[in-house]
Structures are given as C-alpha cells and as structure tokens.
Nanobody
Framework: DVQLQASGGGLVQPGGSLRLSCAAS????????LGWARQAQGKGVEWVSS????????MYRGSVEGRFTISRDNAKNTLYLQMNSLKPEDSAVYYC?????RGQGTEVTVFS
C-alpha cells in the first residue's frame, strides 16, 4: 500500500520558515512525480507544488512561488517542502500527494 507520512508542521510567526518532510513507502519512489497540497480550515484542497521523478522540474502555485521550494531525495524516499516568508494565508494542513493518493497531513499555523 502507498504510504505518505508528512511531518514538520507547527506554529510560526509571519515571515518565518518551516521545512516539511514526507516519508514515502509502498511504491518505487524514484519512478513517480510527487507533490504537496493543502487544505485550510473551511476550504477545499488546493495544489501547492509538484516535482518530477528526477527532481529537476519543480512547479508551484503562483501564491507560493519564490517563497516555497520543493525537493526530493530519492535515496531516502523523502519529499521536502521548504517554506520561507510564511504568511497567515499559508495556514493549512499540508499533505504529500502521489496521483490521487494523499497521506496523513501536517498542520501549519502562521499567526501574528
């Protein structure tokens, strides 16, 4: 079974940084593009960022481009999301995604 376990969330002030990690198992990690999605309280799930299997082609939604960096370590079966210059509107539960699979999320709260 595909397992995607996100971690690294927490409380941070605006302008702060967090690094999310996603430990993956149950599939050949290096064969698949992966991504991050988020869901703010009371809102739907939105795509945040994706990266190809080789880790060379990142993509971002416009509101996070220049602030977030997606990366992966295929040797460690781990996906990352470095989040800098965080804003209150970034507050959400963040999920690691593979196709239609979404693992357990990690909560990020940006507060003043």
């Amino acid at each position: 079974d595909v397992q995607l376990q996100a971690s690294g969330g927490g409380l941070v002030q605006p302008g702060g940084s967090l690094r999310l990690s996603c430990a993956a198992s149950g599939f050949i990690f290096s064969n698949y593009g992966l991504g991050w999605a988020r869901q703010a309280q009371g809102k739907g799930v939105e795509w945040v960022s994706s990266i190809d299997a080789g880790g060379t082609i990142p993509m971002y939604r416009g509101s996070v481009e220049g602030r977030f960096t997606i990366s992966r370590d295929n040797a460690k079966n781990t996906l990352y999301l470095q989040m800098n210059s965080l804003k209150p509107e970034d507050s959400a539960v963040y999920y690691c995604v593979k196709g239609s699979s979404r693992g357990q999320g990690t909560e990020v709260t940006v507060f003043s």
